[in-house]
C-alpha cells in the first residue's frame, strides 16, 4: 500500500469526530453505520489508534464527506488520496465536459450555466449573456462569483424585482452548503453577501404554489419582469473530485409571458 506521509492519528481523528458532529451523528450511530466497535472508533477520534483505509473510507462514506476532504482525511491517515483531481477541460475529462456542454447548449433559449463548488462560472449557454446588462464589468471579470453577480449592487440585484425573496433563497442554499461542507471559503462568502443591501421585494410573495422561489428579473425593454425558477443537476456518483463539484443551475419560464420573450431571445 502507497503511504504518502507518516500517519497524523489525531489529525485524522480529529476530522472524523468534527464531520461526526456536523452530521449530528453519536458514536455509537456511526459505528454502527460503517460495522465498527464503537470503543474503536474512540480511539481513532482521540489519536489512540489509527483507522485501516478501508475503515476510513466506510466512515466517510457513512458521514457523506466530500471526495475532496476525504482526500484530506486520507493524506492524514497516512495513505494516498482515492479521488484525482483533474481540470475539466483535461483530455481525459472530454466526456463530463462534452456532458456539461450539451446539457447547457440543450436548456436554449433558457439561460443555464455551471459552476464550481465556490459558486464560480464555470461555462454558460449563449442564453445568459442577455440576462447581464448593465451589469458592472468588475464583477464579469473572470473569476466570476455567481452569487455575488446577483446580489452586488452594482450587479443584477437594482434589476430583481423580488430581491429581498430571492436573496434569502440564495443566502439559505448557501448556509445550507455551508452546513454540509464546513468550506471557510463559503463562510466568508456568505459574510461578504450578507452586509450587501437588501430591499422588499417590489412584487407580493412568489406565486407558484409553494413549488419554488421565482427569480423575477427586469430587463430593459420590457414591460414586465421575466419570472424563472432554476433547477439543479449534479453529476451522480462521481468519482473525481472536480466533477464532484460541478452543479448546472438551469433557468426556466414559470409565465407564458417570460417563456415568449425567452424565445424571441428577449
Not at 458514536?27 to 476510513?56: K, W, Y
Not at 456539461?100 to 443555464?112: G, K, R, W
Not at 455567481?146 to 424585482?161: E, Q
Request: net charge positive; aromatic share 4%.
Amino acid at each position: 500500500m502507497s503511504h504518502l506521509a507518516s500517519p497524523s492519528s489525531a489529525g485524522v481523528g480529529a476530522l472524523l469526530r468534527e464531520w461526526r458532529r456536523r452530521r449530528r451523528l453519536s458514536q455509537l450511530d456511526l459505528a454502527g453505520e460503517a460495522e465498527i466497535s464503537t470503543r474503536h472508533l474512540s480511539f481513532v477520534e482521540t489519536g489512540r489508534a489509527v483507522p485501516s483505509r478501508g475503515v476510513l473510507i466506510r466512515l466517510a462514506e457513512r458521514l457523506d464527506v466530500p471526495l475532496r476532504t476525504r482526500n484530506q482525511m486520507l493524506h492524514a491517515a497516512g495513505f494516498a488520496a482515492l479521488y484525482p483531481e483533474r481540470s475539466l477541460t483535461a483530455p481525459d475529462m472530454a466526456v463530463a465536459r462534452r456532458t456539461v456542454d450539451a446539457i447547457l447548449t440543450a436548456n436554449a433559449p433558457f439561460p443555464a450555466l455551471a459552476v464550481d463548488r465556490h459558486w464560480t462560472l464555470v461555462a454558460s449557454n449563449a442564453a445568459m449573456s442577455g440576462l447581464l446588462v448593465g451589469v458592472d464589468a468588475m464583477l464579469l471579470a473572470p473569476p466570476v462569483n455567481v452569487l455575488r453577480l446577483s446580489l452586488h449592487p452594482k450587479g443584477l440585484a437594482p434589476r430583481i424585482d423580488n430581491l429581498g425573496e430571492w436573496r434569502m433563497h440564495l443566502l439559505l442554499r448557501l448556509q445550507q452548503q455551508i452546513d454540509r461542507s464546513g468550506d471557510a471559503v463559503l463562510v466568508a462568502l456568505l459574510a461578504e453577501l450578507s452586509n450587501f443591501p437588501s430591499r422588499a421585494s417590489a412584487a407580493p410573495p412568489h406565486d407558484l404554489a409553494g413549488l419554488a422561489v421565482p427569480l423575477r428579473l427586469r430587463l430593459p425593454g420590457l414591460a414586465a419582469p421575466l419570472s424563472m425558477i432554476s433547477t439543479t443537476t449534479v453529476f451522480g456518483s462521481p468519482a473525481d473530485v472536480t466533477l464532484s463539484e460541478i452543479a448546472l443551475e438551469c433557468f426556466y419560464p414559470a409565465d407564458e409571458a417570460t417563456r415568449a420573450a425567452l424565445l424571441r431571445g428577449v
